[in-house]
């Protein structure tokens, strides 16, 4: 079920990324600018990656995509809750391993089936 609504909830993160990197532009005080343009760039990326991996059928694929999901998830949601609540970017770390074993889970399932 996942799979085939991800597309669409991956073109929402790619709109709410462009919101938020409007959002830091216009509005954000100075020192939340960088950790919401950052939050944006990534969303923005990851999501594009998320729709390229969605069709795939496989093992590493499943993988890829949850990894990239949640990647997203504490990355950037770690990065725009530091700037927009005050909250701590703990989980950026943990949200960015995520997204770099997911781009090489995507990358070993295109080599393997291209």
């Known amino acids: 079920m996942i799979r085939g609504r991800l597309p669409a909830l991956a073109a929402v993160i790619c709109a709410l990324s462009v919101a938020l990197g409007a959002y830091a532009s216009h509005v954000a005080s100075p020192q939340d600018q960088k950790h919401l343009a950052i939050a944006a760039?990534?969303?923005f990326a990851n999501g594009l990656?998320?729709?390229v991996v969605s069709p795939r059928d496989s093992r590493l694929a499943t993988m890829s995509r949850?990894?990239?999901l949640g990647g997203i998830i504490l990355f950037s949601g770690?990065?725009?809750g530091a700037a927009l609540f005050s909250t701590s970017t703990a989980a950026a770390p943990v949200g960015g391993s995520l997204l770099?074993?997911?781009?090489l889970l995507a990358a070993a399932d295109?080599?393997?089936k291209p």
């Open 100 to 103: 770099i074993i997911g781009w």
């Open 66 to 68: 949850w990894c990239l």
């Open 78 to 80: 770690s990065l725009a």
């Open 49 to 51: 990656a998320l729709i």
């Open 110 to 112: 295109y080599w393997r």
């Open 41 to 43: 760039i990534f969303a």
